[in-house]
């Protein structure tokens, strides 16, 4: 029975292990992020380096279902556009595998996309291989990068989930403000605030 149980401890330990080494470590404040390219529902791929001389960019992992990203779908779309013209392009990916949440399809997101006329890349991580590098674990969960890919926020877009015209902190755009004045975003990191991201078991 003890030869059992250690045993059965031992293979435990194995996967727990072969997990965490194979996990990446997710980014951190100062680290530089890794360029992606994914499809985007109006039929082309999107990367980083596509924007050249962007002078930041808004990364912003949310979904079609969660009725956390649906309450921000307005208030993203605004910053894409109020933003774009001040040099900072905003990127919404869809984290969720379709096959766990069938609503974040692809299909389903190009049907959104025009619903809503989204005015950015609404972009799709198949596969799942981007959020866990960034360490997303919400939707929605944003990040804030200068020109050189370097993380300077982790966090909510604002501190009003509910309602906009009721928020007192925006997290986001204070951070982009704090960015274009040569300062350090205060706070650096908040709490995202939503669903969990749909995976595999």
């Given at each position: 029975m003890k030869k059992i149980a250690s045993l059965l401890l031992f293979a435990a330990f194995v996967?727990?292990?072969?997990?965490?080494?194979?996990?990446?470590?997710?980014?951190?404040?100062?680290?530089?992020?890794?360029?992606?390219?994914?499809?985007?529902?109006?039929?082309?791929?999107?990367?980083?380096?596509?924007?050249?001389?962007?002078?930041?960019?808004?990364?912003?992992?949310?979904?079609?279902?969660?009725?956390?990203?649906?309450?921000?779908?307005?208030?993203?779309?605004?910053?894409?556009?109020?933003?774009?013209?001040?040099?900072?392009?905003?990127?919404?990916?869809?984290?969720?595998?379709?096959?766990?949440?069938?609503?974040?399809?692809?299909?389903?997101?190009?049907?959104?996309?025009?619903?809503?006329?989204?005015?950015?890349?609404?972009?799709?991580?198949?596969?799942q291989k981007i959020y866990p590098q960034y360490g997303a674990t919400k939707t929605p969960h944003a990040f804030l990068l200068d020109k050189n890919r370097v993380v300077k926020y982790i966090g909510a877009i604002d501190d009003n989930v509910d309602s906009a015209k009721d928020v007192k902190e925006k997290y986001l755009e204070n951070a982009i403000a704090a960015l274009e004045s040569g300062k350090t975003p205060s706070p650096e990191t908040t709490k995202a605030i939503g669903c969990t991201i749909k995976a595999k078991k």
């Open positions: 996967v727990t292990t072969a997990f965490t080494i194979n996990a990446p470590t997710p980014y951190k404040i100062g680290d530089t992020a890794t360029d992606f390219k994914l499809k985007s529902v109006d039929g082309k791929t999107y990367s980083m380096s596509d924007y050249k001389s962007a002078k930041g960019f808004i990364v912003v992992f949310t979904c079609n279902h969660c009725p956390f990203a649906v309450k921000y779908e307005d208030r993203i779309n605004d910053l894409a556009k109020k933003y774009k013209s001040k040099g900072y392009i905003l990127l919404a990916i869809n984290p969720n595998d379709p096959a766990v949440q069938a609503e974040d399809s692809f299909e389903l997101m190009k049907v959104r996309a025009k619903e809503k006329g989204f005015a950015f890349p609404y972009l799709f991580d198949e596969g």
